[in-house]
């Protein structure tokens, strides 16, 4: 009896033993209240909200709104790319002489490539163009341009594109602006192919 046991011990002891796994994955992990819990880190993932599509009776009696749009979008779009690339240059300059120097090839460079196109824009366009600027960089075309070019210069545009009904501190604001909405809705309708 004695016998059977030790070796019904020896058995229960050695299945116990291999039962426990070597082998394993390692987490990070971090220790909440005296709990060990686990650690995973994901990719990100860009949450957009659903944009409802232009009717075609939207379309219709939105009709020079869209040209508008379409004709404006793309400047918009080449501006913040520039932008974007001397704010970059400009983030890796050791001293401020530096960056005055690319503060003022940045304003030439925006100047020569978009005055003559800006000027030919109507009013309703260059009123669209300032939205759609703040809606690209986040900032109004106003700051911007006080950050590139002198404090008189940047003032005088102000002063001379508000006598013509353009306000440079214009927001973009689809949440509570009707028009704004129809322009996000248009743009969504340009970037999808639809328009």
Known sequence: MKKIICLTLMIFIS???????KGGITVFGTIYNGDT???????????????CPLTPEEIRSNSKLIRDVKKTYPYAKQIQQLLNNYLYMMSNCQNDSQKEKIKKT????????????IKK???????????????????????????????????????????????????????????????????????????
């Open 15 to 21: 299945v116990i033993a291999f039962s426990q796994n």
């Open 121 to 195: 824009l109507s009013k309703k366009q260059g009123k669209i163009l300032s939205k759609l600027i703040y809606r690209q960089t986040g900032r109004s075309s106003y700051s911007l341009m006080k950050d590139f070019m002198s404090g008189f210069k940047a003032s005088f545009y102000k002063t001379a594109t508000k006598t013509m009904g353009i306000n440079l501190n214009d927001n973009f604001e689809p949440q509570n602006d009707y028009e704004d909405r129809m322009i996000e809705r248009i743009i969504s309708g340009i970037e999808n192919g639809k328009l």
């Open 37 to 51: 819990i686990p650690v995973a880190y994901l990719e990100p993932i860009r949450v957009v909200g659903y944009i």
């Open 106 to 117: 940045a304003a030439n460079d925006i100047d020569n490539k978009f005055s003559g196109k």
